[in-house]
T-cell receptor
Framework: QKEVEQNSGPLSVPEGAIASLNCTYS??????FFWYRQYSGKSPELIMSIYSNGDKEDGRFTAQLNKASQYVSLLIRDSQPSDSATYLCAVNMEYGNKLVFGAGTILRVKS | DTEVTQTPKHLVMGMTNKKSLKCEQH?????MYWYKQKAKKPPELMFVYSYEKLSINESVPSRFSPECPNSSLLNLHLHALQPEDSALYLC?????????????FGQGTRLTVV
């Protein structure tokens, strides 16, 4: 079992729609969870961090965490073509300061 | 300011060369990372320094040698690399204090081994 799993996509949504990205992780002791956005040829950019169960909203982005189900999600409201990128879920594993990435989900927003 | 600066941006080296990648942050972060990223793959963790001490080495070949001279600097020394080592090398830093473990990435060094 991979430590962090994501559907690789691509996920295609029309402009203005809600994009929903999902991630599961294997280490039940993990406490820190992150979403990064990566454009082609660029480095990952942190867009959301979440540490507690529930929802966290920042602008058009909402991160959701369910530790019992070992599940993290990212919702992007009012999707724009500029949101087209690879979205990486990252989890800080319990054993030491080890930040592990999922394979990433490619999001395509069509205008 | 969440800036992590990496130099050089691009590097081409031969298999017998020795080169170094440099990373710098002035955010007072206490953890620094090296990642390797191949095309269409996620970043793959190589090394973690916490409080200037190597805390994680993900079984990286010895031709990659990390160094943390002080809390703001991180180097990756390269020697006798193989063409398959060509990749984007990313440095990141994290506060690692107060429960904050989010990592901020530099722009990366694109390495080509010929």
């Amino acid at each position: 079992q991979k430590e962090v799993e994501q559907n690789s996509g691509p996920l295609s949504v029309p402009e203005g729609a809600i994009a929903s990205l999902n991630c599961t992780y294997s280490d039940r002791g993990s406490q820190s969870f992150f979403w990064y956005r990566q454009y082609s040829g660029k480095s990952p950019e942190l867009i959301m961090s979440i540490y507690s169960n529930g929802d966290k909203e920042d602008g058009r982005f909402t991160a959701q965490l369910n530790k019992a189900s070992q599940y993290v999600s990212l919702l992007i409201r009012d999707s724009q073509p500029s949101d087209s990128a690879t979205y990486l879920c990252a989890v800080n594993m319990e054993y030491g300061n080890k930040l592990v990435f999922g394979a990433g989900t490619i999001l395509r927003v069509k205008s | 300011d969440t800036e992590v600066t990496q130099t050089p941006k691009h590097l081409v080296m031969g298999m017998t060369n020795k080169k170094s990648l440099k990373c710098e942050q002035h955010m007072g972060h206490r953890a620094m990372y090296w990642y390797k990223q191949k095309a269409k793959k996620p970043p793959e963790l190589m090394f973690v320094y916490s409080y200037e001490k190597l805390s994680i080495n993900e079984s990286v070949p010895s031709r990659f040698s990390p160094e943390c001279p002080n809390s703001s600097l991180l180097n990756l020394h390269l020697h006798a690399l193989q063409p398959e080592d060509s990749a984007l090398y990313l440095c990141a830093s994290s506060p690692f204090e107060g429960g904050r473990t989010e990592a901020f990435f530099g722009q990366g060094t694109r390495l080509t081994v010929v």
